[in-house]
């Protein structure tokens, strides 16, 4: 089973402007994840929270992490037309095995 | 580096016939792991291997076998393809850094994508 649930499943925004996408667990865990996958493509890392922080950012992106509410949420900024793919959480739980949600499909119009 | 690679990147096979999906990777990681991905849906663990040597089930491993003879390689096997197999394959690994096995992010290949008719 899924542990992670992003939310929504997918989003359309124009170019410039903010994306954000949630994703929600159920257990505890090590530390979250999220990943970007192009169409046809392999997944690639992009950022990585531990259980004890709040906030991260790398570049355009910003990551929180609520672990009473155990969700996160990943935010881009200006986005621009390049960043038009899926978008996945993963939680590393207790076995330091990752758990994968269903991911949020984003599309950026030009 | 070449990272994770994947061969082959698509298959067609027959319904009962058997391949092997292989996965190498140069990083030294001591993680494997084999994943599917259907439309749709997010990535659902197949096997995974925390070593040379060693194998374990994830949460869909019916229907397929996996053997790690060696760190750098990861074999992901079916016996008997179904076509609830067609789906695309994802291959990762990652190594536990630090003073512990936290905070380790997944390198994945490109996938092999897999169609049984």
């Known amino acids: 089973s899924q542990q992670g649930e992003e939310d929504p499943q997918a989003l359309s925004i124009q170019e410039g402007e903010n994306a954000t996408m949630n994703c929600s667990y159920k257990t505890s865990i090590n530390n979250l994840q999220w990943y970007r996958q192009n169409s046809g493509r392999g997944l690639v890392h992009l950022i990585l929270?531990?259980?004890n922080e709040r906030e991260k950012h790398s570049g355009r992106l910003r990551v929180t992490l609520d672990t009473s509410k155990k969700s996160s949420s990943l935010l881009i900024t200006a986005s621009r037309a390049a960043d038009t793919a899926s978008y996945f959480c993963a939680t590393e739980d207790s076995n330091y095995q990752l758990i994968w949600g269903a991911g949020t499909k984003l599309i950026i119009k030009p | 580096n070449a990272g994770v690679t994947q061969t082959p990147k698509f298959r067609v096979l027959k319904t009962g016939q058997s391949m092997t999906l292989l996965c190498a990777q140069d990083?030294?990681?001591?993680?494997m792991y084999w994943y599917r991905q259907d439309p749709g849906m997010g990535l659902r663990l197949i096997h995974y291997s925390v070593g040379e040597g060693t194998t374990a089930k994830g949460e869909v491993p019916d229907g397929y076998n996996v053997s790690r003879l060696k760190k750098q390689n990861f074999l992901l096997g079916l016996e008997s393809a179904a076509p609830s197999q067609t789906s695309v394959y994802f291959c990762?690994?990652?190594?536990?850094?630090?003073?512990?096995?936290?905070?380790?992010?997944?390198?994945f290949g490109q996938g092999t994508r897999l169609t049984v008719v």
């Open positions: 990762a690994s990652s190594y536990p850094e630090g003073t512990g096995v936290f905070d380790t992010e997944a390198f």
């Open positions: 929270i531990r259980s």
């Open positions: 990083m030294n990681h001591e993680y």
